[in-house]
Every structure is written in C-alpha cells, then in structure tokens.
T-cell receptor, first 108, second 114 residues
C-alpha cells in the first residue's frame, strides 16, 4: 500500500532557530518527491521537487534532501521566521500520495 | 496575476441539493485536478484532467462529477451531496502532468453539507 508518513506531527520552535521535518514513504513506483507549504486557510504552495537522481534541492532557506534507497526525505528550514508557521506537506509520485503534514509554529 | 480561482470559497448546503464548485486558471495549463483535504487523511485526489475533454478518476471519485469543456475551467459537481462530503476542496493546475511540473493550488472551498 502506498503510504507517506511525516514526522513530527507538530513542532514549535523559536524564531531564528533551525528545524528538520521528516518524510518516509513506501510509494512505488517512484517518480518524484515534492514538499509543499500550506498556510492556514490557503492552498499548498510548492517548495521543492526532486526526482530519483537528485538528493538535495534548495529554495532559499528551505533545503530538501532525498535518500531513494532508504525512501526518506527531509526538509530543513534555516533561520526560521514567523512567516514559516504553516503546515508542510510531503507528496510522493508515481501515484501522488500525500502525507498528513507537519504543523510548524514559529514563536518570537 | 497568474492564479487558480475557486468559487465559492465557503458553502453550506443540505443533503441532496446539487451544487457546483467552479475552478478557473489563467496560466494556459493543460493539467487540472481536484482534491479534498480532511484531518488525518491529508489531500486526496478526486478527479484529474490531462487536457480538454479528457478526465479520469482519482482516488476518491465517488459522489463527484467533473467536466473539462474549456482549457481554463474545471468545475466540480456534487449531484446529491451527503454529509460525508463535508470537506475542504482544492483545485490545482500545472502546465502538464510531468514529473517536474509545479502544481498551483487554488485558495480552497470549504463545504459543509447538513
């Protein structure tokens, strides 16, 4: 069964700190892995897209990594800002399978 | 401004009363899709459309219909809504359905079926 599991479910950090979100998947066949940011009450916005051959992709303060052998991905946020407070969703295709997301709260 | 728009943004209806949620994109995208988002279940695809006149079922198509008569529009139709269709709905589009295509989501439609 295709599954995407994200951890932690929620996370609270102080502004300026770094954090790492995890995504483990069992989707097969694998085509690409995407990370989205979803602000409360808004639609998801794409952060990164990685294919099988890519093991890291950056978008500003966001850096995603992919280990296709262990079927794990992480999203690292550097020097967090209050505006980073959102839900972060991992999506794995072949057949697009969405994780439940990690809710990040950045406090001043 | 390049965007995906949905209407209405909020809707309260009663069981059995047909409704349509519109979706429109101004980016000349070929690929469009509908998702529903429920707590603990994440986003699940309802229907998608590779291009005009071509649509196919996603993971949870029961109780929904779609049409794609024009490239820019992809309405979601609930012929006889039921309370289990209470959810947050998102329309999305991308230029094509390729592995590197960025998918753009609409702002969402929150539906409550009484």
């Amino acid at each position: 069964k295709n599954q995407v599991e994200q951890s932690p479910q929620s996370l609270i950090i102080l502004e300026g700190k770094n954090c790492t979100l995890q995504c483990n998947y069992t989707v097969s066949p694998f085509s690409n892995l995407r990370w989205y940011k979803q602000d409360t009450g808004r639609g998801p916005v794409s952060l990164t897209i990685m294919t099988f051959s890519e093991n890291t992709k950056s978008n500003g303060r966001y850096t995603a990594t992919l280990d296709a052998d262990t079927k794990q991905s992480s999203l690292h946020i550097t020097a967090s800002q209050l505006s980073d407070s959102a839900s972060y969703i991992c999506v794995v295709a072949g057949k697009s399978t969405f994780g439940d997301g990690t809710t990040l709260t950045v406090k001043p | 401004e390049a965007q995906v728009t949905q209407n209405p943004r909020y809707l309260i209806t009663v069981t059995g009363k047909k409704l349509t949620v519109t979706c429109s994109q101004n980016m000349n995208h070929e690929y469009m899709s509908w998702y529903r988002q429920d707590p603990g279940l994440g986003l699940r695809q309802i229907y998608y459309s590779m291009n005009v006149e071509v649509t196919d079922k996603g993971d949870v198509p029961e109780g929904y219909k779609v049409s794609r008569k024009e490239k820019r529009n992809f309405p979601l139709i609930l012929e006889s809504p039921s309370p289990n269709q209470t959810s947050l709905y998102f329309c999305a589009s991308s230029l094509y359905a390729g592995v590197r295509e960025t998918q753009y989501f609409g702002p969402g439609t929150r539906l409550l079926v009484l």
